[in-house]
């Protein structure tokens, strides 16, 4: 071979070298120049070397007053398919159709997809339990063994099956307090109550981080604080104490619904709360079957109602509070009273003579009331009911609160009748809250309290305890404890149902028609109480609405006697003495310096 | 020109000595590189390692995240109301009826507080511990601290 040839030769293997790397300079400036190379090729490098992870912090949990967990986070799965493994789709489908109990035909159309770019997992279910997973895990686990290896295309086979945890919603106590809790729906949304009111604080704030696959390039997973807890002013004892009481009186009374509200006074806490329909909150996907078409989730906030009689205390606590009426006043009841028009009669249609404020509340006069109301006036008798709130939200911390009805001179439909009607708690509407929070001012002394369902926001590791509020002072501190004690000596003097031996209370019974499209043409009536105790030192407020009882129609006889047992558990559950041992202890203690 | 090629000739060294310092040169360079790369491999194999156990410890992190959370819930649901109605009932323990409730005043009882589950934002802050200043300052600030100190014990001294 001559030196020429073989010259030749190592000069075209040497080139060929340069070329090569040549090539490669070249292509890499052509993906470096061209954008959409360089973008796309970045997209898939990114896709392969980290992940897109979607940080959840755990959802704050919600106690009661005594630190009982009446809203917790528990571990539940996401099942779907990973597209590109799945080998039979029926298989997939009757699986999770047997087991987690989905559509069978939704199931199969989910895990047919084709995958793609932008088709690549399918979700089947989620919120699936752990025992539902383990039953999963066993299947499929079964399924490989069985099949792993086999040959052709109908073998079965649950391949690209996959399941993530993540946390989820659970409700310890179950129904207990569902009203004032809520519930959180799959995508962590809070419906109703609590729930719904604090969602954004509760959830927290959502993170979604890319994480690298390549051990080299691990950076650390940011701190996601977890949303806010909330301890609630609600006791869970006399909570499932007043929904059982709730249960027992529409049962027996045979009414379409009932609720209880109890407050302190003093603080405008809310102790509990009871009314129904109730739901296990844990299925929150019944919801629609328990609460069918305009059924409140809450009636205590949520449904106002024309309050009837329990609605004269607070035009007696107006007409004294601006002297228009003194305890000893004598109204003489002739049976009816004209204003604007309107003729007014008592409930039972009848004349009851001479009778001072202590009567007219004692009997119910409608009559009585009314002229109460004229001779306050209608400017006076308002400005007063808007200072109690009516026809205003009290601003408690549930979702869906209603704001209720109070016409006042100068609106379209208010008529100068509506004075006389207003006045015994006819013509206007209202919630139990909203009733519950204005006789609190009476029980009080005069000053109105905000009504509170959350008593301190646990966030960051501090617990920071919400201040109560005070939304009001309607009327003097003298007014409230005259009124108080009209109250309490006209439930004495009735012998009232609601007595209780051994404690002092006031309070006053409320039977209202309810008005229909054509009037009060319907016999259904709303029955209710207001009442609190001890009437010296008010720890306790009240109320009780039953909702078209069947047994009787008056709130003296189905509202008051669940007062009564309903101040029977109270005075246990607060620790509350007997008046008498109560006094003894105070004047044992003598007079404080 | 003679004297030149002379002296070169004389202190030129032998093609094989050349031939010898190249390799020598050659094998150090890739003894160097190997050796770089030795360390290169040995450190990135023990950061990739590291790096595999933060991932792994950051799974664990949310399994215990979340065995927390349903260990708490668990309890919750061990002493809900009912679950706690029923033992008492199962041991024997029947409600008491209201007539039968007495009021029994125990001297020095007091009432059970509504529950602190975490320290009170408004009581704490005021309170809170404060780191000492050799966790926090820098050389150049502990420096300027004690050149103070001791400038003020001078000071004191001529007083």
């Known amino acids: ?593 | 020109m003679n004297h030149l090629e002379t002296f070169a000739q004389t202190y030129a060294q032998a093609p094989w000595r050349k031939q010898l310092q190249l390799i020598g040169l050659f094998s150090l360079v890739l003894v160097s590189i190997a050796l770089v790369a030795g360390i290169y491999l040995n450190v990135s194999a023990k950061a990739s390692a590291v790096g595999r156990d933060i991932q792994a410890m950051q799974r664990e992190t949310e399994i215990l995240d979340r065995d927390i959370e349903d260990l708490q819930s668990q309890l919750a649901i061990v002493l809900s109301y009912d679950d706690m109605e029923a033992r008492a009932h199962k041991l024997g323990f029947e409600p008491v009826p209201a007539e039968q409730t007495v009021y029994l005043n125990i001297p020095g009882y007091t009432a059970r507080p509504p529950v602190t589950l975490a320290p009170n934002i408004q009581r704490t802050l005021p309170s809170a511990p404060v780191l000492p200043a050799q966790y926090t300052e820098s050389l150049f600030d502990w420096a300027r601290r004690n050149m103070g100190s001791i400038s003020f014990s001078l000071s004191e001294v001529r007083q």
């Open chain 1, 1 to 593: 071979m001559s030196q020429k040839e073989t010259t030749w030769r190592y000069s075209f293997v040497g080139a060929l070298f340069a070329i090569l790397p040549l090539l490669i300079v070249l292509q890499v400036f052509r993906i470096q120049v061209d954008p959409r190379q360089s973008e796309k090729i970045m997209i898939e490098s990114q896709g392969w070397s980290s992940f897109k992870k979607t940080i959840q912090p755990a959802r704050g949990l919600l106690y009661d007053r005594w630190g009982n967990l009446l809203a917790g986070n528990r571990t539940v799965y996401e099942v779907g398919v990973e597209l590109q493994f799945v080998e039979n789709p029926q298989t997939i489908a009757q699986t999770v159709a047997t087991i987690l109990d989905v559509d069978y035909a939704d199931a199969y159309t989910r895990a047919s997809l084709e995958p793609s770019d932008t088709a690549v997992y399918a979700v089947l279910a989620d919120n699936v339990l752990q025992a539902d997973i383990d039953k999963l895990s066993v299947l499929i686990e079964q399924m490989s063994d069985a099949y792993s290896g086999g040959k052709g295309d109908n073998l079965p086979s649950l391949r690209g099956l996959v399941y993530t945890p993540h946390l989820g919603r659970i409700y310890p106590e179950k129904t207990l307090a569902s009203n004032i809790l809520g519930f959180v729906s799959r995508e962590n949304r809070g419906y109703f109550g609590v729930e719904e009111r604090f969602n954004e604080l509760l959830a927290g704030k959502t993170k979604t981080v890319l994480v690298p696959l390549d051990p080299n390039r691990v950076q650390e997973i940011p701190e996601v604080p977890a949303g806010a807890s909330l301890v609630l002013t609600i006791d869970r004892e006399i909570q499932r104490e007043m929904e059982a009481l709730v249960d027992s009186a529409v049962a027996e009374s045979g009414s379409a619904s009932g609720t209880i509200v109890v407050m302190r006074p003093q603080t405008g806490e809310v102790l509990a709360l009871a009314t129904m329909p109730r739901m296990d909150l844990n299925e929150f996907w019944r919801y629609g079957d328990i609460y069918p078409k305009d059924t409140p989730f809450n009636r205590a906030v949520s449904q106002a109602y024309e309050p009837g009689s329990v609605y004269k205390i607070l035009t007696m606590a107006s007409a004294l509070d601006a002297g228009a009426v003194t305890p000893e006043t004598v109204f003489v009841d002739t049976g009816q009273i004209e204003i604007g028009g309107t003729l007014i009669y008592n409930w039972n249609m009848g004349a009851w003579g001479p009778q001072d404020m202590t009567g007219c509340l004692q009997h119910s006069l409608n009559v009585c009331l009314a002229w109460v109301a004229t001779q306050l006036g209608p400017n006076d008798f308002y400005r007063y009911m808007q200072a109690f709130g009516i026809g205003h939200l009290t601003g408690v911390d549930l979702a869906g609160e209603a704001t209720g009805r109070l016409k006042a001179p100068g609106d379209n439909d208010w008529y100068a009748a509506d004075l006389g009607t207003n006045a015994f708690g006819q013509g206007v509407a209202a919630t139990p809250i909203q009733m519950a929070t204005a006789a609190s001012a009476i029980a009080n002394g005069g000053v109105m309290m905000a009504p509170q369902i959350v008593r301190s926001v646990i966030n960051s590791g501090y617990q920071h305890n919400i201040d109560q509020r005070v939304i009001g002072m309607p009327i003097k501190p003298e007014t409230a404890n005259t009124l108080s004690e009209i109250l309490a000596v006209s439930l004495e003097t009735e012998s009232s149902d609601a007595l209780i031996e051994g404690y002092r209370v006031s309070g006053k019974t409320g039977t209202a028609e309810i008005p229909t499209p054509f009037g009060y043409t319907s016999n259904a009536t709303n029955a209710s109480f207001v009442g609190w105790g001890p009437t010296d030192d008010p720890q306790f407020l009240v109320y009780v609405w039953l909702e078209k009882p069947q047994s009787s129609v008056w709130g003296s006889i189905v509202a008051a006697p669940v007062f009564r047992r309903v101040v029977e558990k109270l005075v246990v559950l607060l620790n509350i003495p007997p008046d008498a041992v109560r006094h003894r202890l105070t004047s044992s203690k003598g007079p404080q310096q």
